[in-house]
């Protein structure tokens, strides 16, 4: 029996691009080299577009328990720099503090439900490409054994097997002269600001809670999340010495000192786990040289690594998932031609780009040196400009992302957060991911169809399964070159629609 894809990996990518490919009709197996889920703590929240587009698949509601659309965050960070974009029209930035197991735990059970076949302590260790299959060599709990599949996708992160088997080059950098040290610790309750949450420093001053705090000898951050009683304390400095062995806590309360040149009693956690220690010294920042070759794919952190700062992974490799999922099931299905799967990269590719500018540019905003606190007295400058403040709240939600343009301004766009005739929200008819026609002419479009509401500068759009514009139009009915258009958009993604009939 030929599997229609194998995806190596059970992380959080892994699992949303098993959950679409089952909603477009395809079979994936999951084959995961642990045994069970980890409890390794990475991702404390989700920023950007990613929050928008979980809502679109009803995953925001598992996740939140509540049915509201997600709201826009009031203000973040950006290097260090706050954000207030409380005044900001539209704004863009939405994030939802979470943590990554607890998303991994929600797309699991989703993938379960879509009748996602996982195979946990199983690790991918090789595979060979043929014309029409990936013959994949398994190694599992009763021995080796092969599974031959259609498609591989590499979902298995930064170290990724697949991508070093397909020889795939991961070019880019890696630093090594920083230490990040996080551990939930216990601090003097008297310390703590009631009126935001923050700490009240004794020689230092206030630190706002859950946001970057820059020194010219560091970084800090004090977080106190709803997933733990604890909060989590980190630092980050440049060119210190590594300490032998695994974090401490008087290792992390020394290393509190040197940052803010000022004490904090810091104490272990009581009671059970798990609790953090994290030292991680320097990081890599690479982009995959081709997020496929042949039958074999790459997702997530298989294709891109890079800074955790301002927390962009699961906003990126989230949407790698949905932007592969439809196309590659259209594919396998044969309704698409194999070429459609280029697009995978020519979409996604400059999206990882950005991130990794993204990052690249908050880094050298919080390194330490007095050159650097001018700098950034400049950003502050230039982030009191809207226009600026937009800009990079954009940058952080991947709001700026536009895939291919047309003949309308929508083209290519996150789809708005239409709500219809009827107060139902655009997010609540894409949960089954399939191609959506939405009219606002009344019918012209020739099939039953929903009035909208909202204010759209359109007569009609046709929205992907990944929640883009494919197709949009002004024309108050249809005529020659608007219904050739729309065909055109159609076959260009394979698609065919149904319409909005809530
Ligand atoms: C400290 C830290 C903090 C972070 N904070 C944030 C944050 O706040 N927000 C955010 O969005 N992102 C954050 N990230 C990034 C985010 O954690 C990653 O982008 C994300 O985990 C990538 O998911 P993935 O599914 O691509 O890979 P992974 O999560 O690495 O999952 C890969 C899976 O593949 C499995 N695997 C590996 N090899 C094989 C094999 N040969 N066969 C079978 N299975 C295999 C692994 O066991 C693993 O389960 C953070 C990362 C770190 C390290």
Redesign the pocket.
């Known amino acids: 029996m030929v599997t229609d894809v194998v995806i190596?990996?059970?992380?959080?990518?892994?699992l949303m691009l098993a959950c679409e490919l089952s909603l477009a009709g395809a079979h994936p197996l999951v084959?995961?080299?642990?045994p069970e889920r980890?409890l390794e703590n990475?991702?404390?929240?989700?920023?950007g577009q990613v929050v928008r587009m979980l809502d679109r698949r009803g995953l925001y509601e598992r996740l939140t328990g509540t049915t509201d659309p997600p709201a826009p965050t009031p203000g973040f960070v950006f290097g260090a720099m706050p954000l207030n974009l409380s005044a900001l029209e539209n704004n863009p930035l939405h994030t939802l503090l979470v943590p990554?197991r607890r998303v991994e735990q929600m797309l699991e059970e989703r993938a379960i439900e879509l009748g996602v076949e996982i195979r946990r302590g199983?690790?991918?260790?090789g595979f060979t490409q043929h014309e029409d299959r990936v013959a994949i060599e398994v190694s599992g709990t009763a021995g080796p054994y092969r599974i031959e599949a259609r498609y591989l996708v590499g979902?298995?992160?930064?170290h990724s097997?697949t991508r070093k088997i397909a020889q795939i080059a991961f070019p880019g950098v890696t630093v090594d002269h920083t230490i990040s040290r996080t551990a939930h610790a216990k601090v003097p309750a008297e310390l703590v600001d009631p009126a935001d949450g923050g700490l009240n420093v004794p020689g230092y001053g206030p630190i706002p809670p859950l946001l970057h705090h820059r020194t010219e000898h560091g970084m800090f951050v004090y977080a106190p999340l709803p997933s733990s009683p604890w909060p989590l304390i980190a630092t980050t400095e440049w060119g210190q010495e590594d300490a032998e062995g695994p974090l401490t806590i008087p290792e992390l309360r020394a290393s509190i000192r040197r940052v803010l040149g000022a004490d904090i009693e810091l104490g272990p956690p009581e009671g059970e786990g798990p609790h953090l220690r994290?030292k991680?010294t320097g990081g890599n920042t690479r982009l995959a040289e081709r997020f496929r070759d042949r039958r074999v794919l790459l997702?997530?952190?298989?294709a891109h690594v890079h800074s955790?700062i301002g927390?962009?992974?699961?906003?990126l490799?989230l949407q790698d998932a949905v932007n592969l999922g439809w196309k590659l099931a259209a594919v396998i299905s044969g309704r698409a031609e194999e070429s459609l799967l280029d697009t995978y990269e020519t979409e996604r590719r400059p999206v990882a780009e950005r991130v990794i500018m993204s990052t690249r540019a908050q880094a050298a905003l919080i390194a330490p040196g007095s050159e650097v606190t001018g700098l950034r007295a400049l950003f502050a400058e230039l982030l009191a400009d809207p226009g600026n403040l937009r800009r990079i709240a954009d940058l952080m939600s991947g709001n700026d992302i536009g895939y291919a343009a047309g003949d309308h301004p929508l083209v290519g766009r996150w789809a708005p957060d239409l709500i219809l005739d009827d107060g139902v929200r655009l997010a609540e008819l894409t949960r089954d991911a399939r191609p959506l026609l939405i009219d606002f002419t009344g019918g012209h479009w020739g099939r039953p169809q929903t009035k909208g509401r909202s204010a759209v500068p359109c007569t009609a759009l046709l929205v992907r399964p990944d929640g883009y514009v494919a197709w949009a139009t002004d024309v108050p009915q249809p005529d020659e070159k608007s219904r050739a258009s729309l065909e055109a958009a159609l076959a260009r993604w394979s698609l065919t629609f149904t319409v909005a009939q809530p």
């Open positions: 190596s990996g059970a992380g959080p990518n892994g084959v995961e080299r642990l980890t990475r991702a404390n929240g989700l920023v990554q199983q690790e991918v260790t979902a298995d992160g930064g097997i994290r991680l997702v997530g952190d298989a955790a927390g962009p992974g699961l906003n490799g």
